[in-house]
């Protein structure tokens, strides 16, 4: 079955170290996105791309870089780690079809929980 | 820009009471609506979703109706479980350019009680 993952599932880290989150997805989907979720702001977009080598910044995207080499994977980083980026992760990707744009239907991974210190 | 509102929680019911999750949304055109829940410890799914005004998406009991005039999509159930226990997201999809993306409200959470 298609899926999507991501890893590490928890990580504890220091103030200023960079990390990558990993996001794979198995659909074959064109688009991925990467969220991050807090008490009282729901989902909030960090970036997201539509397609290999392209890349979107969205509503919260500062402190943090995605780049896309292949259809599979948006790998998230964050170039120097702050404790206002404590979170959790989400990782989503849609088809965006001719047939289902508009209307797409966006698969989340399970979730990364970032700890910074 | 495209907004959505939810109802803030949390809410708390018991077995089988009926539920409302309000939600409205701000919008240029006709935008899709979703709901999504997402259940202690994973990730976000899709609950239902309608793509056009008057429309109504249903799925595991749970019914929503796109409202134009009202540019609402309620969500609600006759009869909610303990297992309906999860925080709900309303989302309404944002097209621009010729690319898409989902904006969604800050999530209302749900208890139930045996």
């Known amino acids: 079955d298609a899926e999507i993952t991501q890893s590490p599932r928890h990580k504890i880290t220091e103030t200023g170290r960079q990390v990558t989150l990993a996001c794979h997805q198995t659909?074959?989907?064109?688009?991925m996105f990467w969220y991050r979720q807090d008490l009282g702001h729901g989902l909030r977009l960090i970036h997201y791309s539509y397609g290999v080598q392209d890349t979107n910044k969205g509503e919260v995207s500062d402190g943090y870089s995605v780049s896309r080499s292949n259809t599979e994977d948006l790998p998230l980083t964050l170039e120097s780690a702050a404790s206002s980026q404590t979170s959790v992760y989400f990782c989503?990707?849609?088809?965006?079809?001719?047939?289902?744009?508009?209307?797409?239907?966006?698969?989340f991974g399970p979730g990364t929980r970032l700890t910074v210190l | 820009g495209n907004s959505v509102t939810q109802m803030e929680g949390p809410v708390t019911l018991s077995e089988e009471a009926f539920l409302t999750i309000n939600c409205t949304y701000t919008?240029?055109?006709?935008?899709?609506l979703f709901w999504y829940v997402q259940y202690p410890g994973e990730g976000l799914q899709l609950l239902l979703k309608?793509?056009?005004?008057?429309d109504k998406g249903s799925n595991k009991g749970f019914e929503a109706t796109y409202r134009k005039e009202t540019t609402s999509f309620h969500l609600e159930k006759g009869s909610v479980q303990v297992s309906d226990s999860a925080v709900y997201f309303c989302?309404?999809?944002?097209?621009?350019?010729?690319?898409?993306?989902?904006?969604f409200g800050k999530g209302t959470k749900l208890t139930v009680n045996p």
């Open positions: 989503a990707s849609s088809e965006s079809g001719r047939l289902t744009f508009g209307t797409d239907t966006q698969y």
């Open positions: 919008a240029t055109g006709y935008p899709s």
């Open positions: 659909w074959n989907h064109n688009n």
């Open positions: 989302a309404l999809s944002d097209i621009q350019g010729g690319s898409e993306k989902l904006v």
């Open positions: 309608a793509t056009k005004a008057d």
